[in-house]
Nanobody, 115 residues
Framework: QVHLVDSGGGLVQPGGSLKLSCAAS????????LGWYRQSPGTQRQLVAT?????NPMYSDSVKGRFTISGDNTQVFLQMNNLKPEDTAVYYC???????????WGQGTQVTVSS
């Protein structure tokens, strides 16, 4: 079992910055990589950034150059710069589990970009 706790969301003006954090506990050795997804009302959960099993980061095109993922298999961070209103969503930490297709999810943290 892997337990994820994510935090760091909030209200920020366009052009501002936020840093999200996620701490993993439990069966750390079963984690292939940690990453971030987001979901806006009425849309499907989408990948934002993640570490692949080879350790390399992967970003969605919409956040490349603005967001930076860092960390390891015990904790992961998402530095978000130059935030835009379209970045408004609930952000979820995700663990890719080596022996499970389902993965594990954090509880989510709300990010709102608005003036």
């Amino acid at each position: 079992q892997v337990h994820l706790v994510d935090s760091g969301g909030g209200l920020v003006q366009p052009g501002g910055s936020l840093k999200l954090s996620c701490a993993a506990s439990g069966s750390i050795s079963s984690i292939g990589g940690l990453g971030w997804y987001r979901q806006s009302p009425g849309t499907q959960r989408q990948l934002v950034a993640t570490f692949m099993r080879n350790g390399n980061p992967m970003y969605s095109d919409s956040v490349k150059g603005r967001f930076t993922i860092s960390g390891d298999n015990t904790q992961v961070f998402l530095q978000m710069n130059n935030l835009k209103p379209e970045d408004t969503a609930v952000y979820y930490c995700h663990a890719d589990l080596i022996h499970s297709l389902a993965g594990a999810w954090g509880q989510g943290t709300q990010v709102t970009v608005s003036s």
